[in-house]
């Protein structure tokens, strides 16, 4: 068996606004230590597509310098997939295995987000090359999190039992009070993390969702080409949440204990103990997340449990407990200052590259 690492660069993560925009989005971001998210994943994940098997990036045609010069950083190489258009998780995913099961019909792919925090780079290997071997059976398995407190920023599995088992159930992001019902009854954080081959992952689309599997059949580049065709603009847009895991009788969970987190919104960043950055003078303060861009100087007195993010063309301040309402400074903007949600200099945007 060969496993197949696939980092899916989708996502906008509008709730770190002001320092992800949609021309660099947080995953490109060193927002937990001195690497990028990124960065980190390809780290994690690369060993994993050792001998037989490679690195994938699905991402979208606007991010391929990010993705050149950040590969490159790393030493790293990987076969990349870019989408014209962003189509959601599902036509994504299609895409990969389509590509995988053209060189490899038995190959096992392992999707991973590319922001997501996950410290214990030996851990995430273990429970990934556990999951191929049921992967390799047929199940779709996704890795549950053991949950460190009710949080109502995440979605919940309830799994038929402990270790490897069958999923009972996959529910939205909960209330705080469900939150807590949930931790009880023993249900997992849902991590987004899925393993499963890719022809199996191949006939659970041709079941489920056939224009999403044709589409991105049709957009597969020829030879070393890594853009997709313009037909994959075709795929209806759709999770694969929504396209096969709510649907499949192979949905298996792995629950995993190692440290985890999706990085979604400014207090999760701060949660990491790593995510401060820049210059700045603070006094009578604590608990604050603060980043500011160089040649810029934050000061904070008396202050506690804000997040002040400072870009040159934006500042953000936001009590730490609010930070999921950031998305709605988001959608705020797109009618009273659309020119602040991205950056107005060709200088504060990523080069081209050489992926084409």
Known sequence: MALYPVIM????????????RPSRPKQFLALAGERSLFQETVARCAPLASG??????????????????????????????????PRDSAPAMAAAAAWIAQRDPEGVAAYVASDHFIPD????RRAVREAAGAAETGRIVTLGVRPRSP???????KPAGRGLSAVEAFVEKP?????????????????????????????????????????ARAALPEGETTKLAEVFRTSPKISID???????????????????????AWDAIAATGAGSAGAQVVGDSENC?????????????????????VE???????????????????????????GRLDFETEADRPQTGTLQ
């Open 242 to 264: 929504y396209a096969v895991m709510e649907k499949t009788d192979a949905a298996s969970v792995l629950e995993v204990d190692f440290e985890w987190s999706d990085l979604g």
């Open 121 to 124: 780079h030996d851990a995430f």
């Open 9 to 20: 660069c989708g996502g906008a993560g509008t709730r770190l606004w002001p320092a992800s």
């Open 175 to 215: 209330d705080a009070t469900t939150a807590e019902t949930y931790i009880g009854a023993g249900y997992l954080w849902n991590s987004g993390n899925f393993i499963v081959s890719a022809q199996t992952l191949v006939e659970q689309l041709e079941r489920h969702e056939p224009e999403v599997l044709k589409a």
């Open 151 to 157: 949080s109502s920023a995440y979605g919940y599995i």
């Open 312 to 338: 040159k063309d934006a500042v953000l301040v936001c009590d730490l407990n609010r930070a999921q309402d950031v998305k709605g400074v988001v959608e705020a903007l797109k009618a009273v200052a659309p």
């Open 289 to 309: 997340l603060i980043r500011a861009p160089e040649g810029v100087v934050v000061a904070a007195v008396g202050v506690s449990g804000l997040a002040i993010i």
């Open 52 to 85: 037989a098997g490679r690195l994938i990036v699905v991402a979208g045609v606007q991010h391929a310098g990010w993705i050149d010069r950040q590969l490159a950083d790393l030493g790293v190489e990987a076969a990349v997939l870019l989408e014209p258009e």
